[in-house]
């Protein structure tokens, strides 16, 4: 439980420059070189710039941990059942989720920032996001807002079980 409430409130309990270097760099990340953090643009990280970045940020900083259960993820053998037990599958929905990020959090698409790290954890592989705007007036998160991030992410994680229940 004490390790469960750390690690969803890592950001208050050490700082936001340290949570950006714990995204990137704790046990069970998938790296990509020396960290694991990425972002939209697809890009290397410059890890230390980031933790700056957002450390200065006087603005809010979301963070979002989205998180399936292994056997969700995957079946055992070669057989995916979803795909999402790799780095890869988790940035290229993020990716493709942007537009509908900005939105549900009232920020103009080109002032958002967004970084991620991938965690394959043995029981649930998930992905942990910072979420701002450049411009630290912007940018909301209301009850609504976050169901629409729930309802983007699960449509994509979950499209072809719900394509199969739509026919």
Known sequence: LISAVIDR???IVIGK???THYLGERPGVVKDGEHGLFSQDG???DLNKVAQEVAAHRGNVWT???SLRRSDAELSGDAEKL???NAKAWRDMLRGQANKLAKAMGIPLLDLRWYAAFHNKETNPHVHIMIYSKDPKEGYLTNNGIEKIRS???NDIYSEELSMLNE
């Open 43 to 45: 890009q290397s990280v």
């Open 83 to 85: 795909g999402y037990d």
């Open 17 to 19: 420059s340290a949570y």
């Open 9 to 11: 409130n890592a950001d």
């Open 64 to 66: 979002h941990v989205v």
């Open 152 to 154: 983007a992410f699960a």
